[in-house]
């Protein structure tokens, strides 16, 4: 079954929001308090500003008699791919926290694993975009990875594969508010 694509871009953007200020909120513990502050004012603000203007393109498609978001983009494929995305980030957490003992590197795996996540809702929402998402978060991730193994503490690794994530997010919810 097909998804309309106003699905997945209206759904899309309200997770990324959601998700897109949780990077930031929960990576930039480790920063110096004015750097914190002003990351998470502006992570915010932000999510704010795009919730209203996700909000304005609903109203507008429905205005338009475009058919709302409905539950179209919620079939067995997303279900798939989200118990994917839950059971790789239990298993890695897992391994880099209990065995490994790093958990600095965990961040860097949520970001690898959310942005391989959006490759496979790309497919099944039929959002290019996604596909953009997916591989700059990935990268995120691998790069926080690679700082980390070159020596870098948590701060660092955070802000690389957490808080740029999040901005990530904020950009494409902008890229989506503008492909309407």
Do not use: C, K
């Amino acid at each position: 079954m097909a998804v309309d694509p106003r699905t997945g871009r209206f759904v899309g953007s309200t997770i990324a929001l959601v998700f897109g200020v949780v990077f930031v909120l929960a990576n930039t513990g480790e920063l110096a308090p004015g750097p914190r502050l002003a990351l998470r004012v502006a992570a915010v603000v932000v999510a704010v500003v795009l919730a209203v203007g996700t909000v304005r393109q609903l109203r507008r498609a429905g205005a338009d008699g475009a058919a709302g978001p409905g539950r179209g983009g919620f079939d067995r494929r997303y279900a798939a791919v989200v118990a994917a995305e839950v059971v790789a980030l239990a298993a890695g957490l897992a391994v880099i926290n209990a065995v490994l003992q790093v958990p600095r590197f965990a961040v860097a795996w949520v970001a690898f694993v959310v942005g391989v996540h959006f490759f496979a809702l790309a497919r099944i929402w039929h959002l290019r975009l996604f596909t953009g998402l997916g591989a700059v978060v990935t990268a995120l991730g691998v790069a926080g990875a690679v700082a980390g193994f070159a020596g870098a503490g948590p701060a660092v690794i955070g802000v690389i594969s957490g808080v740029l994530s999040g901005a990530a997010l904020f950009v494409w919810v902008g890229l989506a508010l503008r492909d309407d």
